[in-house]
């Protein structure tokens, strides 16, 4: 009786397993026609196992519902400890950005399995997204002796040393992963910025044209490129590289600022306004767009235009306002605002203390306007002290008006020191 009992258990057994069996084969063809809501459906109406947890987390991975593909991956580790379903959670976990929790997942796989490389690059990139520098160079570190051929961990262990503030250390890492693959576009890309911040530039250069023969398109570099050729003073050079960029990402702020740069220094105003005022709508707080509508301008004798544009500069600008003030005072003085115009050198000064011409237009303007020539004689004197090698011809001047003044009061019977 017993055994015919057992026989009977286990033929149930059997039939409940080759029904299930039979429907996940169901599922598995539905979802190669794409059929994954009727999938789901068949899904919830069955016994919850590891088997349906785990394939309807997958379902929702595969449709980028991570949230729900979480959830699902984190019941199928509920009925039974495996191994690939734990790094499905922690690139589910990754992909929410719920980074701690995907290295805690990911630290616990590799406490049990040291050599699996593939979660050990995931641990070290998460581990540079979370700032924790240290613990990302021992992974890539460790990972190099392991595999010495990828240049993708030499880049990351440059990334690395880069957030530790070792530049030699993240050049030299920089320039490994160049030598496994010179092709590696992000770290030409790294290289040509950190000796462009060295200031080798023959070294940017060759990264930076390197580079370009990798990705002709490459927005950074040519970003980088551009400005090259603007210190060059190769502006039309510079002006084909800015348009290249403009086709591949429009309306960008530095790419209608450079425009409006460079057809500033080729004299074209009605270019140059046209970027400007591109710029401005793309970044209402940069007041350096405002700065160069002002100059222009000025030398088009556009006073008023000037005005305008000089005070938008100083209201909107948070930072050192000088050559705007010093537009300013250029203004006033060209609308024979005299008092005004020494106010705003003034205050061009006071905003920026190594703005040496301020300082001289303060004492040239000051002799002219003020009956005490006293005002004037300081301030002569102050920019000889500071800045007597800045500019030979205004330095000259200056010392013979301290001449002139002195000779003036002396002869009214008073010495100035």
């Known amino acids: 009786m017993k055994k015919k009992i057992l ?21 598995d063809s539905l979802l190669q026609k794409g ?8 899904l919830e109406n069955m016994p919850e ?34 191994y690939a379903t734990k790094v499905k959670l ?45 613990k990302a160079k021992n992974i890539f570190q460790e990972l190099i002796k392991k595999d010495a051929e990828n240049a993708n961990y030499s880049y990351q262990l440059g990334l690395a040393y880069a957030m530790l503030k070792k530049r030699n250390l993240k050049i030299n890492s920089f320039l490994e992963t160049y030598k496994k693959d010179d092709e590696h576009i992000k770290a030409i890309h790294q290289l040509a910025t950190s000796f462009i911040l060295l200031r080798d530039r023959d070294s940017a250069n060759i990264f930076i ?24 003073k190769r502006y039309l050079d510079g002006i084909r590289i800015l348009e ?6 429009p309306n960008e702020k530095f790419t209608q600022k450079m425009l409006g740069r460079s057809w500033y220094k080729l004299k074209n105003f009605e270019e140059a306004k046209k970027y400007f005022n591109k710029a401005k709508k793309i970044d209402q707080s940069d007041y350096k767009s405002y700065t160069y509508l002002g ?17 938008m500069a100083t209201f909107t600008g948070k930072d050192r306002r000088d050559e705007e003030y010093y537009g300013l005072g250029q203004v006033n003085l060209e609308t024979k605002k005299i008092k005004e115009a020494i106010a705003m050198f003034k205050r061009a000064y006071q905003e920026n203390r190594a703005n040496y011409k301020a300082l001289y237009q303060m004492a040239t303007l000051s002799q002219e306007y003020y009956k005490d020539k006293k005002i004037a004689y300081k301030h002569f004197n102050n920019y000889v002290d500071k800045f007597e090698e800045k ?14 003044i002195k000779k003036y009061y002396f002869q009214k019977g008073e010495i100035l020191d």
């Open 35 to 42: 059929r994954y809501k009727i999938a789901l459906q068949q």
């Open 49 to 82: 196992s590891f088997v349906s947890n785990y394939k309807t987390a997958s379902i929702f991975e595969a449709i980028d519902n991570n949230k729900e593909a979480v959830l699902y991956y984190e019941k199928a580790l509920s009925f039974k400890d495996d």
């Open 391 to 404: 500019d030979s011809l205004l330095t000259n001047h200056a010392k013979e008006q301290l001449t002139i």
């Open 295 to 311: 100059q222009i301008a000025l030398e088009e004798k556009d006073f008023k235009t000037a005005f305008f544009q000089f005070s």
């Open 209 to 232: 044209e390197r580079g370009l023969v990798v990705d002709a398109n490459h927005i950074p570099l040519n970003k980088l490129k551009a400005n090259k050729l603007y210190r060059d």
């Open 244 to 249: 290249k960029l403009d086709s591949l990402k």
């Open 90 to 134: 922690g690139k589910a976990y990754q992909k929410l950005k719920k980074y701690k929790k995907a290295i805690s997942v990911f630290e616990e796989i590799t406490k049990n399995d040291s050599e699996n490389l593939l979660v050990n690059y995931r641990i070290g990139r998460l581990y540079l997204l979370t700032n924790q520098p240290k």
């Open 7 to 27: 026989v009977l258990f286990v033929l149930i057994f059997l039939t409940k397993v080759e029904a299930q069996t039979s429907a996940f084969a169901t599922i």
